[in-house]
């Protein structure tokens, strides 16, 4: 384990069950459709590629890039896109695949982007959902796992763009929030 993570909340393999989990949820309602997946850079990455491996329908892959957070745990309220898509969302099915919705103003936000592009469907996917910190009125349509309110880490979620690399989803020790 990583010597700054105090507390692993779900494994690689929890990861792994609940995924495939979601995966059989996205497949019911798809089936037979082609699905463009946009990934909300970067906390995203490791569950897009993941989940976008797992479903049985064909999937079509883009990116934005946005971010709320900075440096810091709180959310500044507003949402800086650095990268837009690449290709149109005009009829297609449009699903946001996103690592977590905590207040939820980055989806609301980007939500309100994508909608006025006259998508065919629109829906949420996050793997991990914190309903506690929620300041805006925004559901997933398809959760993983529904966490307290903790500020956590790894599988993609950072702290001042440090430990996306872990294979798991932990909180980390107090000291390396006094140490910065
Ligand atoms: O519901 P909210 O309070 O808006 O928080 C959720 C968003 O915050 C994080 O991104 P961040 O802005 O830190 O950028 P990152 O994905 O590059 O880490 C996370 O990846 C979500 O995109
Ligand atoms: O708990 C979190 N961890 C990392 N990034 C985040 N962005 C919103 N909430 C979180
Ligand atoms: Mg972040």
Redesign the pocket.
């Known amino acids: 384990m990583n010597k700054d993570i105090s507390k692993i909340y779900f494994s690689a393999e929890d990861i792994k069950v609940k995924i495939t989990e979601m995966a059989k949820e996205l497949d019911a309602v798809y089936e037979g459709e082609e699905v463009l997946f946009v990934g909300?850079?970067?906390?995203?990455l490791p569950f897009f590629v993941d989940l976008a491996r797992c479903v049985s329908f064909p999937v079509m892959f883009d990116f934005i890039c946005?971010?709320?957070?900075g440096s810091s745990t709180h959310?500044s309220g507003t949402l800086k896109i650095t990268k837009d898509l690449s290709t149109s969302v005009e009829g297609k099915n449009v699903l946001v695949v996103?690592?977590?919705?905590?207040?939820?103003?980055?989806?609301f936000n980007l939500f309100a982007h994508l909608s006025k592009q006259n998508p065919k469907s629109l829906k949420l996917c996050c793997l991990l959902d914190k309903p506690s910190r929620r300041e805006r009125d925004i559901k997933a349509d398809f959760t993983g796992f529904t966490i307290p309110d903790e500020f956590v880490v790894g599988y993609g979620?950072?702290y001042a763009e440090r430990y996306r690399e872990l294979p798991y989803i932990g909180i980390l020790k107090s000291e390396v929030y006094e140490n910065r």
């Open positions: 909300v850079l970067k906390g995203s946005a971010s709320s957070y959310s996103e690592d977590i919705l905590d207040s939820g103003n980055t989806l979620l950072d």
